[in-house]
């Protein structure tokens, strides 16, 4: 009776064990690999700069451009876009856009990123205006009717 016991905990053990996902599995997910760059032959960082510290670099640049105004800067969204977007693989516009080069590596380390809920994720070609200013409704451009905002917000605080 206690080698029964014993015999049954050990089949129940083994099934437990092979139930489960085995870590060797773990490793046979594809790591990812984003589109190279399609301007210039180098990016401002070394690459395992860049995999490591591209978040904290566009905090950062964030940070100079809305409380100083620096635009254009070394790691600017904008240059980020202008490099790596590539023409859109679904051919829903003729536009280039970097969703395919972030989502590859963001997918896969489940990191949601939310800088396109509010930037244009297309590349300025041709020297045309981004619309990433505009409203999609109306059309209107958003930049002016902030610069207005402001400018009737600072009349009407003066005395």
């Not at 510290?53 to 566009?58: A, D, G, I, S």
């Not at 964030?62 to 254009?72: A, N, P, Q, V």
């Not at 200013?133 to 009737?152: C, F, I, P, V």
Request: proline share 6%; hydrophobic share 35%.
């Amino acid at each position: 009776m206690k080698h029964g016991r014993i015999i049954g905990f050990l089949l129940v053990l083994l099934g437990l064990l092979l139930a489960a996902p085995m870590p060797v599995l773990a490793g046979d997910v594809p790591l990812p690999h984003p589109v190279k760059a399609v301007k210039g032959s180098q990016c401002v960082e070394p690459v395992d700069t860049m995999r490591r510290e591209h978040m904290n670099f566009l905090k950062h640049q964030r940070d100079d451009t809305l409380r100083g105004g620096i635009r254009g800067a070394k790691h600017s969204l904008r240059q980020c876009i202008d490099c790596h977007a590539i023409p859109d693989p679904k051919g829903a516009s003729k536009d280039r856009t970097v969703g395919p080069f972030c989502t590859s590596c963001h997918e896969y380390a489940a990191v949601s990123i939310d800088c396109f809920q509010c930037h244009t994720a297309k590349a300025e070609d041709g020297g045309k205006q981004s619309s990433r200013w505009r409203h999609k409704a109306g059309g209107e451009n958003l930049l002016s009717e902030l610069r207005t905002h402001l400018q009737g917000s600072t009349k009407e605080a003066r005395p």
